[in-house]
């Protein structure tokens, strides 16, 4: 189930970062009374109800502007409206309604998502002054005086947006239809594959980096299952991006990785592996997502002897962190092994959702204290009680210690080993928990 995502928008200066700095509980967005400072939109997690949701923090919006870089705060403010599930957007009650707030307004209304407005800088408790009431002439459903510098009225604010996320299962139940994402730096060949796959020329491809600027579904059945594919924007690092469109497709990628089921993180065999491959790969292994690395363009290596086994140990070298996804050498130009590519994508998605019985799970654990036993320090040994597991996609499991500062990361590496050896989960991360007797959440 992939996450709500909440947009701020709204003039300079209202009150945009504040919010978003209150919301996420650390100063993550650069506050200051010069309007424009925040240039850049951030994103960063938040939760509200027991409901984890995506925040989007963005440059203020001037419907009417020469400036150049106003002009990009702009677009990279319509672009995280279209991304967001719902709108937060930011008045200002010491402002008053100006004629800005009623273009953007209308912009929201347009958009067609849902949008709460926040009248920020109600600084005093009680009923709200009668310059409060002044902004139901937006023609939004709902307003909510709030402080965001005092923290007053964030709650309801809060309550009014969480009523208009997606339920749980909505969006998660497409039947049997597996949703791929195919991330990577720009040029990796994503556009290429995901024509390849689906047979057309869907998506522009050229030999100039960053040319998708958007993330593309498309849907395709073959004998392996159905999958919708989604085609993202390159992934670079954000030193790297100097042209701002580029830069704002960032998001759309981030929120593609939410809503996969696989992502197929793709490497361009004719440069090697980069940095930036493995970040893109870490955004998709904390995600929790299985995954696929797929090494594109092997057509245009030169082969030898053992050279695909001599590229698998770089590979599952430079990707430790993530030695549970397999790696398929495949050429989107050509069609090579691309059935195989199928074949692994299926395997982790199931292993995602594969779940095991307590009692079957606690065999395994008994075999596995038995063969290496849990570690002390100072003469206390660690004791694991039982074990079980609490969630899939990916599989999460917990173990009921005694204490948990006496376990080491290489004893839960040992243990999460022992669950691939004995069960596979090949291409998905596992979860390993410990939690103490009494703990909350035990039951």
Not at 64 to 82: G, K
Not at 180 to 186: D, K, S, T, Y
């Amino acid at each position: 189930m992939s996450k709500p995502v909440v947009a701020i928008v709204g003039r300079p200066n209202v009150g945009k970062s504040s919010l978003f700095n209150t919301l996420y509980g650390e100063r993550i967005s650069i506050v200051h009374d010069t309007p424009g400072v925040t240039r850049d939109r951030l994103y960063a997690e938040a939760n509200w109800r027991g409901r984890d949701f995506i925040m989007i923090d963005t440059g203020g919006i001037e419907p009417e502007t020469d400036d150049v870089i106003t002009r990009n705060m702009r677009l990279q403010a319509e672009i995280a409206i279209e991304t967001s599930d719902v709108i937060i957007f930011m008045c200002d009650i010491q402002a008053g309604l100006t004629a800005a707030d009623e273009e953007i307004a209308v912009m929201l209304r347009k958009s067609g998502r849902p949008v709460v407005c926040a009248v920020n800088k109600v600084d005093k408790i009680g009923d709200p002054p009668a310059e409060f009431y002044e902004f139901y002439n937006l023609g939004l459903d709902d307003c909510i005086s709030l402080s965001a510098s005092h923290r007053l009225g964030i709650g309801e604010l809060l309550d009014a947006v969480f009523a208009y996320f997606p339920s749980e299962s909505e969006g998660s139940d497409d039947g049997d239809t597996v949703r791929v994402a195919l991330i990577g730096r720009p040029n990796a060949g994503k556009s290429s594959l995901a024509n390849k796959i689906i047979g057309e020329e869907r998506s522009i491809v050229s030999d100039i980096a960053g040319t998708t600027r958007d993330t593309i579904d498309s849907y395709v059945e073959n004998k392996h299952g159905r999958f919708t594919i989604i085609d993202t924007a390159g992934m670079r690092k954000k030193g790297k991006i100097e042209d701002k469109v580029e830069k704002y497709s960032m998001v759309r990628a981030l929120a593609a990785v939410e809503r996969a089921d696989v992502c197929v993180i793709l490497i361009d065999a004719s440069v090697g592996i980069t940095e930036q491959d493995t970040r893109v790969a870490g955004i998709a292994h904390n995600a929790g997502k299985p995954s696929v690395i797929a090494i594109n363009k092997w057509d245009l290596i030169s082969k030898e002897t053992g050279t695909l086994e001599q590229m698998t140990k770089i590979v599952k070298e430079r990707f430790a962190f993530m030695d549970y996804a397999p790696v398929v050498f495949l050429s989107a130009k050509t069609g090579q092994r691309i059935d195989r590519l199928f074949e692994k994508i299926k395997v982790a998605c199931e292993s995602s959702k594969k779940r095991l019985t307590t009692g079957v799970f606690n065999d395994m654990l008994s075999e596995a204290i038995a063969v290496v036993p849990t570690p002390q320090d100072k003469g206390r040994h660690l004791k694991i009680y039982y074990g079980t597991q609490i969630a899939v996609c990916p599989p999460t499991f917990a173990l009921f210690v005694n204490n948990k500062e006496l376990s080491h990361f290489s004893y839960e590496r040992y243990i999460e080993n022992q669950i691939r050896a004995n069960f596979g989960f090949e291409g998905t991360p596992i979860r390993l928990y410990l939690r103490e007797k009494g703990e909350k959440g035990e039951s």
